[in-house]
Every structure is written in structure tokens, then in C-alpha cells.
């Protein structure tokens, strides 16, 4: 199973040890793909470094960490699914990009739309729950 990571999941995985802590630990762990793409990166690295003031160092060594754990996709084009925040595309752009079935947010932007062209757009504790099913 190939899944994308939003933003808020990486980020709230580094804090909390929640459902995206679980999340982000089941995708080091290998047991699914994590699909991430540079965009998705840069916008997790400015957010800790920017507005959570996160350590350097331990910056350093998650981003390391993410990318060690994750196939990294470049989009070649642009997608306009998230009309109520157009910020949020990006995420979208990488799920389709590498052909995830899953996407996993805790933005209600992209989970109001439920899926995208066949791509399930979960909660963490949804997609926890999917996992324990299989």
C-alpha cells in the first residue's frame, strides 16, 4: 500500500504520541510505503524550524529520518481539488504522482472531499483502523 502523509501528521507525529505518531511510526517501520514529495518536505521542515522553533539539530535528524523512510515523488503537474485551500493541492499532486491509495490528514479541507480519483483520504485513527482490518 503506497500512502501519503500530510503535513499535519508529520508535524504532530514529532510532538504527540497520537494516532500520527502511530502513523509515522508504522511507515518507518515498513509496513506500508510512504510516498512524500519535496514539497511536502520543505513545507514540514519550514513549519518546525519557522513556527515551532524545533531544535536544529533534532530538525536535522527527523527530516533525515523522513526521507530515509520515504520514496520521494516530483509531481509534473498541477492539480486544483482543494478549492477552500489551494495551499493544500500539494498533497494531492504527490498521492496522484505515486499512485497512492491512501492519503492521511487531519485537514478538513482534505478530508471533506472523502477521496480523489480513487484515492481514499483518511483520518490517522481511520487509517489505523484499515490497517488492523488487513
Given at each position: 500500500?503506497?500512502?501519503?502523509?500530510?503535513?499535519?501528521?508529520?508535524?504532530?507525529s514529532?510532538?504527540?504520541?497520537?494516532?500520527?505518531?502511530?502513523?509515522?511510526?508504522?511507515?518507518i517501520?515498513?509496513?506500508?510505503?510512504?510516498?512524500?514529495?519535496?514539497?511536502?518536505?520543505?513545507?514540514?521542515?519550514?513549519?518546525?524550524?519557522?513556527?515551532?522553533?524545533f531544535?536544529?539539530?533534532?530538525?536535522?535528524?527527523?527530516?533525515?529520518?523522513?526521507?530515509?523512510a520515504?520514496?520521494i515523488?516530483?509531481?509534473?503537474f498541477?492539480?486544483?481539488?482543494?478549492?477552500?485551500?489551494s495551499?493544500?493541492?500539494?498533497?494531492?499532486?504527490?498521492?496522484?504522482?505515486?499512485?497512492?491509495?491512501?492519503?492521511?490528514?487531519?485537514?478538513?479541507?482534505?478530508?471533506?472531499?472523502?477521496?480523489?480519483?480513487?484515492?481514499?483520504?483518511?483520518?490517522a485513527?481511520?487509517?489505523?483502523?484499515?490497517?488492523?482490518?488487513?
Amino acid at each position: 500500500m503506497i500512502v501519503v502523509l500530510d503535513t499535519n501528521i508529520l508535524i504532530s507525529s514529532v510532538f504527540w504520541r497520537g494516532q500520527p505518531y502511530q502513523v509515522v511510526l508504522a511507515a518507518i517501520q515498513k509496513k506500508f510505503t510512504l510516498c512524500l514529495s519535496p514539497s511536502i518536505l520543505r513545507e514540514c521542515e519550514e513549519k518546525l524550524r519557522n513556527k515551532f522553533r524545533f531544535p536544529e539539530e533534532k530538525l536535522e535528524k527527523f527530516m533525515e529520518l523522513l526521507i530515509s523512510a520515504s520514496e520521494i515523488v516530483v509531481p509534473a503537474f498541477k492539480i486544483a481539488a482543494v478549492k477552500s485551500d489551494s495551499k493544500d493541492n500539494h498533497i494531492i499532486e504527490c498521492a496522484v504522482a505515486c499512485k497512492a491509495s491512501v492519503i492521511v490528514s487531519g485537514d478538513h479541507h482534505l478530508l471533506d472531499l472523502k477521496e480523489y480519483q480513487g484515492i481514499s483520504i483518511l483520518s490517522a485513527k481511520r487509517f489505523l483502523e484499515k490497517m488492523e482490518e488487513n
